[in-house]
């Protein structure tokens, strides 16, 4: 039989109260075992029952004779005191510390100074030729000093507050720490994993509903907007497919119907429009593909698959070399990247005479740079590349240069690899096109 916690010990609310009430109990059981420890091993003076015991003996002293005196004085001596008559100007050069006073038994008064009654002449702090003493007043012209040892620094009283203290602080540094971790931190840390790996594309909920109820309720939120904004996605995509496709047979009667114009200017203009458009259906049709947002993560030869891709870019007659390692295997999703990788060996080929791949490592990431020879993407309009249908025609100086779904592509494989894309300037002219990849993924 499953044992089942009251509902408030699974909220964050209700699990703080749990741990600062463990706190008390541990720091009142702990705190008086470990009093009762150190005061066995030390003889911790009591500065307050000392102070009461003086001016008790004060007053005593106060009512007798100059003879009851010196015998009030002897039985009181008796325990181990070190009580003595000084007069007034005794405490003519007290201070409030000593250059001998050990930093601990400052520290300790200063941040647990005693009670405030009775407080003793002088105050709690009083130090005479660098001994520490506790006066109290007998009558106008004497007072009766106590010598306190010099190597007592811990106070019982400061012992008792001090150790509860302590215990309070450390159990509550202890608990809450664990408990951030346990209830806080890690389920986060989980949450901004599944969301770094996740896509828009239906299936399973990427968000693990466990934990704290906050935690669940913010999971089982997050996988509910993951479902809205694939549904819509896909809604979307579903109608620019459909669109696509049913353009491609009027299209197809308009080059039937164009190839039997008889002018010849006239012929060539209309099948130069229609090409254009197929074309921009096809690569509408190809960037609306997410086939690479399905595919899975294996290990593979990295270097192989762009060796394989300047290949074939050389046999079609362009300049396209590789360079780097003869083997790189890493954790990626190959026919992904190799798409991504054509894509921009693709843009650069329309605006170069050669391009140059190079494959290198830091020790944790796997970097491909593409370099061209062209005229480069000016700075300011490097990001907006990246968007799909964003046209560098004036900049690029080719009006049929494509319909700017090229890089849109590469950056969404590179971000689904949790990769960065950068475009930077190449010397002394030319872009080089930066993927950073990394070489283990979890």
Known sequence: MRLRLPRWTTTIHGQITAVIFACLIIAFVIGSTLERWVRNEYNAPDLEAM????????????????????????????????????????????TTSSPDEPLVQVAIDRLLPPEDW?????????????????????????????????????????????????VATVTLIILF???????????LRRIASSAMKADISVGSAPFEERGSVEIVTLARALNAMQNRISTMVEARTRMLRG?????RTPLTRLRLRAERVKEQEVR????????????????????????????????????????????????????????????????FKPLALTRAVT??????VKFATKLDVELRTDGR??????????????????????????????ARGNPDAG????????????????????????????????????????
Not at 130 to 153: C, I, W, Y
Not at 178 to 187: H, K, N
């Open 51 to 94: 102070s009461a015991r003086i001016s008790a003996i004060a007053s005593v002293l106060a009512e007798a004779t100059a003879e009851e005196r010196k015998v009030v004085l002897a039985a009181a001596n008796r325990g181990g005191q070190a009580l003595s008559l000084r007069p007034l100007s005794y405490f003519d050069d007290v």
């Open 118 to 166: 009775p407080v003793p002449f002088g105050g709690w702090r009083t130090f005479v030729d660098g001994k520490r003493v506790l006066a109290a007043k007998v009558d106008a012209h004497t007072l009766v000093v106590m010598e306190l040892q010099p190597d007592s620094f811990l106070r019982n009283d400061a012992l008792r507050f001090g150790s509860n203290y302590l």
């Open 177 to 187: 720490s664990v408990f951030a971790v346990w209830a806080i931190t890690r389920p």
């Open 243 to 247: 669109i696509s496709h049913d353009l």
């Open 268 to 331: 060539e203009a209309l099948l130069s429009d229609i090409e254009r458009i197929d074309r921009l259906l096809k690569e509408s049709l190809g960037y609306l593909r997410d086939n690479h947002q399905q595919e899975a993560f294996q290990r593979a030869d990295l270097a192989s698959i762009l060796q394989t891709v300047c290949d074939e870019f050389a046999d079609m007659g362009h300049k396209v070399s590789y360079s780097g390692p003869a083997r790189m295997v890493a954790n």
């Open 343 to 348: 894509n921009l060996c693709e843009n650069g």
């Open 365 to 394: 990431h796997a970097i491909i740079d593409v370099m061209d020879n062209g005229p480069g993407i000016p700075e300011e309009y490097r990001s907006r590349v990246l968007e799909p249908f964003f046209k560098m025609d004036a």
């Open 403 to 442: 319909f700017g779904l090229g890089l849109s592509i590469v950056t969404e494989i590179i971000q689904g690899h949790g990769g960065k894309l950068e475009l930077l300037d190449r010397r002394p002219n030319g872009l080089t096109a930066t993927i950073t990849l990394a070489l283990s993924r979890a």
